[in-house]
C-alpha cells in the first residue's frame, strides 16, 4: 500500500517509490500498477477500491477451476465442489481478501494448467498457439511475484508433457522441449519489461534479484543442509505448512493424498497431472533455504480438485475432524463474544454489542455443525459449509470494531486533519493502516512496545496514538487533552501476552482502547528523522 501511494503520487508508473531505505523494488510492478488503477492513482484510497482486485482474482481462479475440473472429470458437480473446497481452505480466504498479496499469481500461475486439463489433447499437441498463451499467461504471474517462479512452473510443465507421452523420454524431448522453452523464454521476457521500462534497472537488479531472491538461498541459522532437515525452515515444515494451508480441510486434504496412494494403480490422467503439479512445486520451493507453504499456494486449487475427484470414496474421519475443529471454533467465538457483550472482559457495559442476527446465526451454524458430526450422510456437505460459516463467524465477531467503537469520530478526523500525528509501529509500513482511520493526518511511527508509555510520549510529541487497558482510564499531564477514542484489536503478541490472553486477560492484551492526546511537547528536528515505521 504504502509503494502504491508513493509511486501514485510521483505520477508516473516507474520507478516505483518508497520512503523505506531498500524497500522499493520489494516486488515487480504489476501489483503495484493494479494497485494505482483499483484506486484511480490514489483518489480513491478506501479498503474497497485496495480489494476488489485480490477478490477478483480469487473468483476468476475458482471459476477456471470449476470449468477444468468439471470438463475432465465429465461432471459439473465435480467442479463446482472443487472451487468451493479452493475458497474454503484458509489460505485462500486469509491471502485471498487482502490488498496486495498473493492471488494475482495463483491464477496466472494456474490458468496454462487448467488450460491442459479443460482442452486435454488440443492443447497438449498445440504446436504454437498453447505455448504463446502460456507464456503470457505465466510472465503476467512473474511480473506480480516474481522471475523464480518460472522455475517450478516450467518443471511441472515438462512434468504434464512426460505424462502425456506415456513416460518416453525420446518423444517429449523431440515434440515438447521446444514449447517449455519457448514457453519460458516468453516468460521471462515479459519479466523483462520492468528493466526495460523502469529507468533505473540497477536497482531491480540489486534489491530484487539480488536482495529479495538470491538471498533466499542463504544460510539462515547454521548451515543449508543442516536448515535442510531440522528448524522452521525445514523440509518437513515446509510440507507441514502447504497441507495446513488447507485450515479447517487439513485432514481431508490428509486423507484424500492418502486416498491417492491407495489407488495408485488405477489413477487417471488427470489426477496424475494435479499431483505432478503439485510435487514439481513442492520440490522446486524446497531449494531455497527460505521455505514457506506460503509458496505452496499456487498448488492449492490442485488440492482442492483432487478432493473433488476423491469425494465421494473419501472417508469420514477427515471431515469429522474439520466439524470437530469448526465446533470449537464457533463455541469458543460464541463464549468469547457473550463475555464481550456482558463486559466480562472489558469491565464497560454497553461498550460492545451484537444484534440479535449475529446470535441467531452463531446458534444456527452450531446446530448444523452438529447434525453434520452426529448424522452421516451428510457430514461432507456440512463439513465444507462449515468452513464458510465459520468464515462468516469472525467476521460477525469483530463487527463491532467496524462500526463507531473502532473507528474515530468524524470531528476527530477533521481536528487532526494536516497535522503531525505520532501513530504505534510494529512493523514496517503500519502507518499505511491509520491513514485510512486518519484520512488528511501527517502520520509518523513510534515503536509499538512504548504505546502504554503515556508520560514518556506526552513528553515527547505534540499529538499522538497512545493505548491503555480497556477499564483503565489513561493518566495524562494537566495541559494534555484527549481529542480522539477507539477501540483496537492488537496483533504481534509474545509468548507471555498469548498466555495472558489465555488466562483470561483479554481487555488488556487482546483489545485496547487507543487515545488521540494533544499534549503541551514541541517535537525537536532531529526526532523527526527516527520514523519506526520507516
Not at 490458468?111 to 504446436?127: N, R, V
Not at 536482495?211 to 548451515?223: H, P, T, V
Not at 464458510?388 to 469483530?398: N, R
Not at 474515530?408 to 487532526?416: A, L
Request: contains cysteine; positive net charge.
Amino acid at each position: 500500500m504504502h509503494i502504491v501511494r508513493m509511486t501514485a503520487d510521483a505520477g508516473a508508473w516507474l520507478p516505483l517509490q518508497s520512503e523505506m531505505d531498500g524497500i522499493k523494488n520489494t516486488k515487480p510492478p504489476l501489483v503495484f500498477w493494479e494497485g494505482i488503477a483499483s484506486t484511480s492513482w490514489g483518489q480513491d484510497w478506501t479498503l474497497l477500491a485496495l480489494r476488489w482486485p485480490s477478490v477478483l482474482y480469487t473468483g476468476l481462479t475458482a471459476f477456471f477451476l470449476f470449468l477444468a475440473v468439471a470438463r475432465f472429470s465429465g461432471k459439473k458437480q465435480t467442479g463446482l465442489i472443487a472451487a468451493l473446497v479452493w475458497l474454503s481452505f484458509f489460505a485462500t480466504y486469509r491471502y485471498g481478501r487482502p490488498f496486495l498479496t498473493d492471488p494475482p499469481e495463483v491464477f496466472w500461475l494456474s490458468l496454462p494448467f487448467f488450460a491442459l486439463l479443460y482442452w486435454g489433447k488440443s492443447a497438449f499437441e498445440s504446436k504454437l498457439l498453447f505455448p504463446l498463451l502460456a507464456g503470457a499467461s505465466f510472465g503476467l504471474a512473474l511480473l506480480s511475484k516474481s522471475f523464480a517462479y518460472i522455475v517450478p512452473a516450467a518443471f511441472a510443465l515438462g512434468l504434464f508433457y512426460w505424462r502425456w507421452r506415456e513416460w518416453s523420454i525420446p518423444k517429449v524431448l523431440l515434440q515438447d522441449l521446444y514449447k517449455v522453452i519457448l514457453i519460458s523464454v516468453l516468460s521471462l521476457g515479459v519479466f523483462a519489461l520492468w528493466f526495460a521500462l523502469d529507468p533505473f534497472p540497477q536497482e531491480v537488479w540489486k534489491e530484487f534479484v539480488l536482495g529479495e531472491n538470491a538471498g533466499k538461498f542463504q544460510a539462515r541459522s547454521s548451515n543449508y543442509l543442516l536448515d535442510l532437515v531440522r528448524g522452521g525452515d525445514s523440509i518437513w515444515m515446509l510440507a507441514l505448512t502447504t497441507l495446513a494451508n488447507a485450515g479447517l480441510f487439513t485432514f481431508v486434504l490428509i486423507s484424500a493424498l492418502l486416498q491417492c496412494w491407495r489407488e495408485r494403480r488405477f489413477i487417471s490422467l488427470e489426477e496424475s497431472l494435479l499431483l505432478l503439479l503439485a510435487l514439481a512445486f513442492f520440490i522446486v520451493l524446497s531449494l531455497p533455504s527460505q521455505r514457506s507453504g506460503r509458496y505452496l499456494l499456487p498448488v492449492m486449487p490442485a488440492f482442492a480438485a483432487l478432493i473433488a475427484v476423491y469425494w465421494d470414496r473419501l472417508p469420514l474421519w477427515g471431515f469429522r475432524i474439520a466439524l470437530l475443529l469448526q465446533l470449537i471454533l464457533l463455541s469458543v467465538l460464541s463464549w468469547l463474544g457473550g463475555n464481550l457483550q456482558l463486559s466480562s472482559f472489558l469491565g464497560q457495559p454497553g461498550i460492545w454489542s451484537y444484534s440479535p442476527w449475529h446470535w441467531a446465526f452463531m446458534g444456527i451454524a452450531i446446530a448444523l455443525i452438529l447434525l453434520g458430526i452426529f448424522t452421516r450422510e451428510r457430514s461432507k456437505v456440512i463439513a465444507l459449509a462449515g468452513c464458510f460459516l465459520c468464515y462468516c463467524a469472525l467476521t460477525s465477531s469483530l463487527s463491532p470494531l467496524e462500526g463507531s467503537l473502532g473507528r474515530y469520530s468524524q470531528s476527530t478526523i477533521q481536528d487532526v486533519a494536516g497535522k503531525d500525528v505520532w501513530v504505534p509501529c510494529d512493523y514496517r509500513a503500519k502507518d499505511e493502516e491509520y491513514r485510512l482511520l486518519l484520512p488528511g493526518a501527517i502520520l509518523h511511527g513510534y515503536l509499538a512496545k512504548d504505546a502504554n508509555q503515556i508520560d514518556l510520549l506526552s513528553a515527547t510529541y505534540p499529538l499522538l496514538a497512545a493505548q491503555s487497558p480497556i477499564g483503565m482510564d489513561p493518566v495524562i499531564c494537566e495541559s494534555c487533552k484527549i481529542v480522539g477514542k477507539r477501540m483496537e484489536m492488537r496483533a504481534r503478541h509474545s509468548e507471555a501476552e498469548i498466555q495472558a490472553i489465555l488466562r483470561g486477560q483479554i481487555g488488556e492484551h487482546l483489545f485496547v482502547n487507543e487515545y488521540l492526546i494533544s499534549t503541551p511537547a514541541t517535537i525537536a528536528l532531529p526526532l523527526i528523522a527516527k520514523d519506526a515505521c520507516r
